[in-house]
């Protein structure tokens, strides 16, 4: 047996005791001496590369249902805007032929502002966050905030706004996330692990107006229910089973020798989930399963919803869905720590997808999950579980300049979960310096996706 008293500190010498992680105060301080290799200001530099957008998303659409197609450039097509939701890859390969601060942190990939919204925790309360990780991985931190500042200019644009409001959104996002990333310095790792946006705590501190919408958004986020889906999407046949009622082509049927390999996923499923969850499931059947289609950027990836029924017609809803190689990765040209390279080695792109679900999320579904099954991977979740987002289209110029703050608020709780967080905030200070550059960097680029959008409504 080993003898442990024999490694106490008192019995070690300096040179055996363990060497700490940097303090915050030091990690500051080389953030703020980053500034002199890669200046704030560099921050705005959009860089001039051979770009190919259309081959690109053509190389997507290769890998996916081809019949789904049409509609994926249906959906990118409807304004510049969607047609920016669907090019995660494009700004991936924009990103990587830029200067970067080279400080890694688990990203989200995709952090454009539909991709926040609301869903219920386990204990049933609704938070606000991040919600789609498709794309999630290491990458420089600017990536998520270059992502998500676009995203506020090419919405704001995309609803005619004036642009002393978009500039205020956009300069309000990074300053939120700098002053968040500070604040959240002065919490230990534990606290700023179980920090998280409770939905209904916040909405009191808001302006007015803001109050209303978001008032609006959860008060329909709450009714998104998998019960509710259940009733909307299924009917009951004479003999007690349910089964979803096809709706081409959101909802499609699959062939019987498809239906039967999904059953096999679901049992693949299962080996990965914790035991609670698989203790949970013995109480159901799987009864029926369909094809859906998701999303913008994720039409064409293959996609399920399961119908699970247990003795007394109690239902369950879970969507599984395709997961591909994440295009900071493909795209970026980030290389992936190793922990993460042998996870996807061992269980694929699934469990890429919920592990980094589980770091950027404050609470995650207990239903995540992850498979290999026939050369293809999958991760599920929960359908509907009070998920629900905020239409920025939609809101008038308070509520938008609110909604973008709360997202940078947000993805920087996110980032915090990095022990690089400090180093960060250093070379950020109080984000006056770097909102400029990345104001003007976000409008040059949403010059740019215009752009690639006239090229990609030419080609259709």
């Not at 601060?101 to 049933?124: E, K, M, W």
């Not at 109480?283 to 699970?308: A, F, K, M, P, Q």
């Not at 589980?358 to 991977?377: K, M």
Request: proline residues 4%; contains cysteine.
């Amino acid at each position: 047996m080993t003898d442990y008293s024999a490694h106490t500190p008192e019995s070690a010498s300096a040179n055996a005791r363990p060497k700490l992680p940097p303090s915050s105060t030091q990690s500051l301080a080389a953030g703020r001496a980053l500034r002199k290799r890669m200046p704030r200001s560099q921050l705005g530099a959009l860089s001039h590369h051979d770009r190919r957008p259309l081959e690109i998303l053509a190389e997507q659409n290769s890998t996916r249902l081809q019949h789904l197609i049409p509609l994926r450039n249906e959906r990118m097509s409807q304004s510049p805007f969607t047609f920016y939701r669907g090019t995660a890859a494009l700004m991936a390969a924009d990103l990587a032929s830029e200067v970067h601060t080279d400080i890694l942190v688990p990203s989200c990939g995709d952090a454009h502002v539909s991709n926040f919204g609301f869903y219920a925790s386990p204990q049933r309360s609704l938070v606000f966050d991040l919600n789609d990780f498709d794309e999630a991985a290491w990458a420089p931190w600017e990536w998520d905030v270059k992502r998500l500042v676009a995203s506020v200019i090419i919405a704001g644009q995309a609803t005619s706004r004036n642009q002393d409001i978009v500039d205020a959104a956009a300069l309000a996002t990074v300053r939120a996330y700098a002053h968040t990333l500070r604040a959240n310095l002065g919490l230990s790792p534990t606290e700023r692990y179980y920090t998280h946006i409770d939905a209904d705590a916040g909405v009191a501190t808001l302006p007015n107006d803001a109050q209303r919408v978001l008032r609006k958004a959860i008060k329909h986020a709450r009714r998104r229910t998998g019960e509710r889906s259940v009733k909307k999407l299924t009917v009951t046949d004479e003999h007690g089973y349910m089964r979803f009622v096809l709706q081409p082509p959101t909802l499609s049927q699959v062939a019987d020798g498809t239906l039967q390999q999904m059953l096999h996923l679901m049992e693949h499923y299962l080996e990965n989930t914790n035991f609670d969850i698989h203790q949970l499931l013995q109480h159901y059947e799987v009864v029926n399963i369909v094809r859906r289609v998701v999303g913008v950027g994720s039409v064409g990836t293959r996609c399920t919803l399961n119908l699970l029924q247990d003795g007394d017609r109690n239902a369950l809803l879970l969507q599984g869905k395709e997961a591909g190689k994440s295009v900071l990765e493909q795209y970026g040209g980030i290389t992936q720590p190793q922990i993460l390279r042998d996870g996807v080695a061992r269980h694929g792109e699934g469990a890429r997808v919920v592990s980094m679900q589980r770091v950027l999320q404050a609470v995650s579904d207990p239903f995540l999950g992850y498979l290999r099954y026939d050369g293809a991977d999958f991760y599920v979740r929960q359908f509907h579980d009070m998920k629900g987002g905020i239409d920025a289209d939609t809101l008038d110029d308070g509520p938008f300049k609110v909604y973008a703050r709360a997202c940078g608020v947000t993805l920087a709780r996110a980032h915090s979960q990095s022990p690089r967080a400090a180093l960060i905030s250093g070379y950020l200070g109080n984000g006056r310096v770097a909102a400029q550059a990345l104001l003007e960097w976000g409008y040059a680029y949403a010059d740019r996706s215009r752009s690639d959008y006239g090229q990609f409504l030419a080609s259709l």
